[in-house]
């Protein structure tokens, strides 16, 4: 079965311009979770669907990032316009959500995401 | 202050040594607590999960935690040159918090042949 994957790899933009990440969790996942880890700092927990629903959306740094998951399936998160600050490594998570109990988060490679 | 704190390292060991991981913590809300290991250019791997205090034993791998201090610990037995990664510890409020992960900074740890 496959994991949760995360497109792209790696993204190099120049501040003001705008970068949508795409994160397909693993088939049959109703949670899915976005984190950011930037340098030097801890992962940090971004936003959190339940389906197509945004659970929890506490951890969005500001109105420049815009996320999105069609259908309750794959995700997207947009950044526009990015800043300097946006760089660092972007994690999707997913976990099944049949349980009341905390459950196994599977983590995607990352985006890595640079901006100039 | 940071919810998690965590010794960064790097940690360099021979071998065959016994690896002892820590973490501290501030929020007493924190129920589930997670040790994930990840090598270069991969996401966390969920190692060893752990409800409330007690321990937990997987193979070389044990989990403490100790709830009344705030503290957990990940022990690695006879440690493997392949064992060399990152370290996360992650905790959580649990379900009706939404299950977010609130992590360390990470251990790097390096074990020479």
């Known amino acids: 079965e496959a994991g949760v994957t995360q497109f792209p790899s790696h993204s190099v933009i120049e501040k003001g311009q705008t970068v949508t990440l795409r994160c397909d969790p693993i088939?049959?996942?109703?949670?899915l979770y976005w984190y950011r880890r930037v340098m030097g700092k801890e992962i940090k927990f971004l936003l959190h669907?339940?389906?197509?629903?945004?659970?929890?959306e506490s951890g969005m740094p500001n109105n420049r990032f815009l996320a999105e998951r069609t259908g309750g399936t794959y995700s997207t998160l947009k950044v526009q316009p990015a800043e300097l600050e946006d760089s660092g490594v972007y994690f999707c998570?997913?976990?099944?959500?049949?349980?009341?109990?905390?459950?196994?988060?599977?983590f995607g490679p990352g985006t890595r995401l640079l901006v100039l | 202050q940071k919810e998690v704190e965590q010794d960064p390292g790097p940690l360099s060991v021979p071998e065959g040594a016994i690896v002892s991981l820590n973490c501290t913590y501030s929020?007493?809300?924190?129920?589930?607590f997670m040790w994930y290991r990840q090598y270069s250019r991969k996401g966390p791997e969920l190692l060893m999960y752990?409800?409330?205090?007690g321990n937990k034993e997987d193979g070389r791998f044990t989990a403490q935690v100790d709830k009344s201090s705030k503290y957990i610990s990940l022990f690695i037995r006879d440690s493997q040159p392949s064992d060399s990664a990152t370290y996360l510890c992650?905790?959580?409020?649990?379900?009706?918090?939404?299950?977010?992960?609130?992590f360390g900074g990470g251990t790097r740890l390096m074990v020479k042949p």
């Open positions: 998570a997913s976990s099944q959500g049949v349980t009341a109990y905390q459950e196994t988060q599977y």
């Open positions: 088939s049959g996942h109703d949670n």
């Open positions: 669907f339940v389906k197509e629903s945004k659970q929890d």
């Open positions: 929020n007493s809300a924190f129920q589930y």
């Open positions: 752990t409800y409330s205090s």
């Open positions: 992650a905790m959580s409020r649990g379900f009706n918090a939404g299950n977010m992960l609130t």
